[in-house]
């Protein structure tokens, strides 16, 4: 139940193959090269509980260096390579890492956040070496390739992308638990999806984010073999699940929408037929583009709504959805309640903030405040990730949109997500993001920005055909009066919106 014990059972086996260069890592140098950090980490003085921050491209090591802080009984704090350097050093500082590891294609913002993290003792360069820099693979060659002394499980410690303001971390308690105990996560990919040792896993997304990171982990745990991509293209993904046999995927809805809009031609080159489970989460899925999904991989779509607090999972099979379209499932982990602002629970079919009791309670680091803003207004413990939602008389729950993404035109609540959902499937649509822009009559009104399948579509004609299609299957104070285009929108490569950036751009 973890690299080491995989690789002493099948040593050749692949565990790491990079979609983009081929390159293979097995188990065993995946297992020697953790525990060549590993000691390195001990060598520096790092012990349980001592925190290393990571900023890497998605590298061959890099699930090699989260195993080896894994392994060592560390915090790891994979850092997103598009952040701004300022939020870059404040990560970094905030975690209170004493080590912290980067590569050489990262060097220009490495280079400036290692200057500004007073605290960090030990520096390393992957493919490569800059200024206050150890070259990686100079400073493990030395070390031992056998497992630390007293290896104890680790944690990861991830921050929100900073989507509505400072990024927030989350650091769960150490149990001091043994390698080899699995953890709920890899319980749930083994018994929920099927998975194991004989398993193909596409990662097609970042992986210093939560589900990537974790999800590969346990992979990786079962002796699967995970195929890493570089960077998402569509067509390059439908090739690599043919070309490898992949079994098992995640996904988010974006990604999903960019490979319906290939050609057919395009789609119909490649084989889905390996697929045993496709899972996405990250964000409701428009039932259009789920619908279209099912009907071309068949019923393997498995969907899931989370969060890096680790305060829910709620879950909803192929079967679910198709008996309860857009859920995003019924909780296996605490009981849903969804509330109005004053905390009142409201009945079912009605909208508001979802809570969760139960559960597993959380807290952001060092920020009382943001810690707070998630609890109930009533005091019972319950928590939230600011989504607004409802639930169906069989305990199925809706999400409708994040409240801080909630528009206000006259004093009526909008939701953009109603209108994304209905603008995104729309064959002249290649992305879309719906908010609220100022207006000195209703506050706010509806804006809705587009990226255009043809650039050369965009204009007044179109844009009015949008808002005519939105307005045929929305209320028409949900939809968009105005439509901008733009080439392409502020999203994470895992296909996460930017909101905030578009909202300061029209929010003076």
């Not at 059972?9 to 565990?15: F, G, S, V, W």
């Not at 002796?223 to 996904?251: K, N, P």
């Not at 119909?268 to 428009?286: D, I, K, N, T």
Request: hydrophobic share 40%.
């Amino acid at each position: 139940m973890h690299p080491g014990a995989v690789a002493a059972r099948t040593p050749d086996e692949p565990a790491v193959i990079m979609a983009g260069s081929g390159r293979i890592v097995t188990y065993r140098e995946l297992d020697e090269q953790s525990n060549r950090l590993a000691h390195l980490l001990r060598a520096h003085g790092l012990r349980p509980g001592d925190h290393i921050a990571l900023m890497l491209e998605n590298h061959p090591l890099f699930l090699a260096v989260a195993w080896a802080a894994h392994r060592s009984g560390l915090y790891y704090t994979p850092i997103s390579t598009h952040l701004h350097a300022g939020e870059l050093a404040y990560v970094v500082g905030n975690c209170g890492a004493r080590a912290f590891i980067s590569s050489a294609a990262l060097a220009g913002p490495a280079t400036a956040v290692a200057g500004a993290a007073t605290g960090v003792r030990l520096r390393l360069m992957l493919d490569g070496t800059a200024p206050g820099f150890l070259a990686y693979e100079d400073a493990v060659a030395a070390q031992p390739a056998t497992p630390v002394p007293g290896e104890t499980q680790g944690a990861d410690m991830l921050y929100s992308s900073g989507t509505t303001g400072r990024p927030k971390g989350v650091k769960p308690p150490l149990r001091g638990a043994p390698l080899d105990e699995p953890g709920a996560l890899t319980e749930l990919i083994r018994h929920l999806f099927d998975a194991s040792a004989d398993s193909i896993y596409l990662s097609p997304a970042p992986l210093y984010h939560a589900a990537p990171l974790r999800y590969c982990m346990n992979f990786l745990r079962l002796g699967a073999t995970i195929v890493v991509m570089e960077r998402f293209d569509a067509e390059r993904a439908l090739a690599l699940i043919e070309a490898h046999g992949v079994t098992h995927s995640q996904w988010v809805p974006a990604m999903f929408a960019r490979m319906l809009k290939l050609p057919p031609e395009v789609r119909e080159r490649y084989s889905p037929a390996s697929l045993r489970c496709a899972v996405h989460a990250a964000a409701p899925c428009p039932v259009p583009v789920k619908e279209r999904m099912m009907e071309w991989w068949g019923p393997i779509l498995h969907e899931y709504y989370a969060g890096t607090e680790g305060n829910c999972f709620v879950y909803a099979s192929p079967a679910d959805w198709s008996a309860h379209p857009g859920t995003v499932g019924r909780s296996l982990l605490g009981r849903i309640h969804v509330c109005d602002d004053d905390g009142a629970e409201l009945p079912a079919g009605e909208r508001g903030v979802v809570y969760f009791s139960g559960s597993a309670a959380f807290e952001y680091h060092d920020d009382p405040e943001g810690t707070a803003a998630t609890r109930d207004p009533l005091g019972r413990g319950w928590t939230t990730l600011g989504d607004i939602g409802h639930l169906d008389a069989d305990g199925f729950l809706y999400l409708t949109d994040r409240r801080a993404h909630t528009i206000i035109s006259g004093g009526v609540n909008i939701y953009p997500q109603e209108a994304e959902n209905v603008l995104l499937p729309h064959p002249a649509v290649a992305d879309v993001a719906v908010l609220g822009v100022p207006d000195d009559e209703m506050g706010e009104q509806v804006k809705a920005v587009v990226v255009p399948t043809r650039p050369e579509d965009a204009g007044p004609a179109l844009a009015a055909e949008l808002i005519e299609y939105c307005r045929a299957r929305l209320a028409h104070y949900k939809c968009p009066r105005s439509v901008d285009f733009r080439d392409s929108l502020p999203r994470h490569p895992t296909g996460k919106l930017h909101k905030r950036i578009l909202r300061d751009e029209y929010h003076p």
